[in-house]
């Protein structure tokens, strides 16, 4: 299925990335001392895998995987559940935690990630944000910049309750946000108004740089992010977490599960150990997954495509694009990732209406965990400029394999 030729190609092109990876090796120790020191500091032991039913009283395992994550992303307090489904569930969860009727949330990267158009009422829902009263706006980015002018005209004009920033590019055509232009902005909006809530959407984003956005100069308020993407290390089944501010996490817990009850509630099922786990290989899988990036970016770009990043830029997330600029060799990349995939190898994606996305959309990801972006996995949507985003891969060698495969099928009538 991969010729010789092919082979060839990637061996080569492996030797011309040795020093991105040495960097990333690099990164990858420093990230993995982070976690160690995270669980030693916290006695984390057997008992802490056991696991709690019905309200889920007492879970002394879910209190110590808070204390974990809260060390190693560098904030007062935080909320790791099963209970939040994905990504956009907890970022849903924040926002209605966040916001009241009447207060507006502004966003500074233009437009978020679709699964959010219907959260905030930009596409019409009965339950969205919107139907609270609560008001949006937007600024976008100018040449993958803030729009320092435009946020400051939006923070004088009218109190802004929160302002979300999301780090990865989602569906768009930008580049992802790094740390040093968050820490840039952050200080430029509290000089303007101090009280703002600032919340980050950090999905895809952890491990891939040595701080949080809760650990730089000029921190946020509130992070964001999935555990079946960097922090769950492919081994958490699902579930997502929420780091900041104490006070903001207590009213997330609220949202969460009830007033009154917050945090002191839910169960974990047995999923303490997984996440746990999880979160111990997360600097290693994340390490995998950006050499499986850089490699893919030098390969294509070699074979003539357009690519972002570059293999040698700066990285905050672990999306690669190819921007294909046709919807056939979007499709049939897509396809060989899928059959370069553990499970489900012999299915053949096709474009399709998903819930939440406005476009078709094609998605590969023949993984252990549904939906889980840190295994090997490649989806765009069906329009212009027809872009593959591919995320992830557990090991070097089995996102390797996956982007061999799908080039292989490139050419493939």
Request: proline share 4%; charged share 25%; glycine share 8%.
């Amino acid at each position: 299925m991969i010729s010789e030729e092919i082979k060839t190609l990637f061996k080569g092109k492996e030797k011309e990335v040795e020093e991105e990876f040495k960097e990333l090796d690099e990164l990858c120790d420093k990230n993995s001392l982070k976690v160690l020191n995270a669980f030693r500091n916290n006695n984390i032991s057997e008992a802490h895998f056991n696991s709690t039913t019905g309200y889920g009283y007492n879970d002394l395992g879910r209190d110590a995987i808070e204390k974990v994550f809260s060390e190693v992303l560098g904030s007062e307090d935080s909320l790791v559940r099963s209970q939040f489904i994905s990504g956009s569930h907890a970022l849903t969860v924040t926002l209605f935690a966040l916001l009241r009727p009447n207060d507006t949330l502004l966003s500074i990267t233009g437009k978020p990630y679709d699964t959010l158009d219907e959260v905030i009422g930009i596409v019409e829902n009965k339950s969205s944000l919107k139907s609270f009263g609560i008001n949006y706006e937007q600024v976008d980015l100018i040449n993958d910049d803030f729009n320092y002018e435009e946020i400051e005209k939006k923070l004088k004009e009218k109190k802004i309750k929160v302002i979300e920033i999301q780090r990865s590019k989602g569906y768009s055509t930008r580049k992802s946000i790094v740390l040093s232009k968050i820490d840039k902005v952050i200080n430029f909006i509290r000089n303007i108004d101090k009280d703002v809530i600032i919340m980050i959407d950090n999905c895809y984003c952890e491990f891939v740089e040595e701080k949080s956005p809760l650990e730089i100069d000029n921190p946020a308020d509130v992070i964001v992010g999935s555990l079946i993407k960097n922090l769950g290390g492919g081994i958490a089944p699902n579930g997502a977490y929420v780091a900041g501010k104490k006070d903001l996490i207590n009213l997330v817990a609220d949202r969460l599960t009830v007033p009154g009850e917050g945090r002191e509630v839910g169960p974990t099922l047995g999923i303490n150990k997984m996440i746990l786990q999880g979160l111990f290989m997360a600097p290693s899988v994340v390490c995998s997954s950006l050499k499986v990036a850089v490699l893919t970016s030098k390969v294509l770009e070699s074979l003539g495509y357009d690519v972002e990043p570059k293999y040698n830029d700066e990285r905050c997330d672990i999306v690669q694009n190819i921007i294909f600029h046709d919807k056939n060799k979007l499709i049939k990349y897509c396809q060989g990732i899928q059959m370069g995939s553990p499970i489900d190898s012999n299915a053949l994606p096709l474009p399709w209406d998903m819930p939440g996305y406005t476009d078709q959309v094609i998605m590969a990801a023949g993984a252990f965990t549904q939906g889980s972006s840190i295994e090997i996995s490649c989806d765009g949507p069906i329009r212009e400029p027809y872009i593959a985003y591919q995320q992830g891969s557990l090991t070097y060698n089995y996102g390797k394999i996956a982007v061999m495969m799908a080039v292989s099928n490139l050419d493939r009538e």
